[in-house]
């Protein structure tokens, strides 16, 4: 299994509901990553799980709260979220934390949030 | 304040031109340069640059590398319209754990 997986593909929420995203990898990779893409801009770090432990949290509001069950899970749980919120929620993984390792992208979650 | 600069940041070309597409870089701790293409959902890895002058290829696509002018090019040639894609550069700040930088992207379009 050499993907990254993503659920669900599309999400659409209220502002009081609370939902998560889920992601998963199957090629042992040790490093886990949570980026937010909008329209026509590049992808902007969110968190980064190395070893199952939160390395980085780009100032991320708490709304959103990662969670690493195991090495092969990734999970982003939202609540509260605001329309501005709405983007293309994009996990990847790589073989270590830190340097010369690639990411791999998963296909994303489209977040509407009304 | 690290940054990666992409130009052009759109192109529209013909089937069966060249394409050199540019990615600038200051970024303090330079680990890694690496190249993306997204078409319409996650983007593809498609290189990852360490050292300078040293060109990686892979079918039609090529990268360089040049660390001392702080810049890497993305060459392909003999373009196709399913190359029609963005084109990410991104850059790995080595004292920052994994964090990849990343440019604005180059918006390609190959007409037929």
């Known amino acids: 299994d050499t993907e990254v997986t993503q659920t669900p593909k599309h999400l659409v929420m209220g502002m009081t509901n609370k939902k998560s995203l889920k992601c998963e ?37 708490s709304r959103f709260s990662p969670e690493c069950p195991n090495s092969s899970l990734l999970n982003l749980h939202l609540h509260a979220l605001q329309p501005e919120d709405s983007a ?13 390792n690639e990411q791999f992208f998963g296909p994303g979650t489209r977040l509407t949030v009304l | 304040e690290d940054k990666v600069v992409q130009s052009p940041l759109s192109l529209v070309v013909h089937e069966g031109d060249t394409v050199t597409l540019n990615c600038s870089y200051e970024v303090t701790n330079f680990r890694s340069l ?5 078409e319409k959902k996650a983007p593809t890895f498609l290189f990852m640059l360490t050292s300078s002058g040293i060109e990686k290829k892979s079918g039609r ?11 890497s090019i993305l ?8 190359d029609s894609a963005i084109y990410l ?14 440019g604005q992207g180059t918006e390609l379009s190959v007409k037929p």
């Open chain 1, 25 to 61: 990898q199957h090629m042992g990779h040790r490093a886990m990553y949570w980026y937010k893409q909008k329209a026509k801009k590049p992808p902007e770090l969110m968190f980064v799980y190395s070893y199952e432990k939160l390395s980085i949290n780009e100032s991320v509001p």
């Open chain 2, 89 to 102: 550069c991104a850059v790995e700040d080595y004292n920052q754990g994994g964090k990849l930088i990343f």
């Open chain 1, 88 to 100: 293309l929620y994009l996990c990847a993984s790589s073989p270590f934390g830190g340097a010369f």
């Open chain 2, 75 to 82: 060459n392909i040639t003999a373009t196709q319209t399913g």
């Open chain 2, 61 to 71: 696509l090529s990268s360089i590398l040049d660390k001392k002018e702080l810049f």
């Open chain 2, 34 to 38: 690496l190249w993306y293409k997204q």
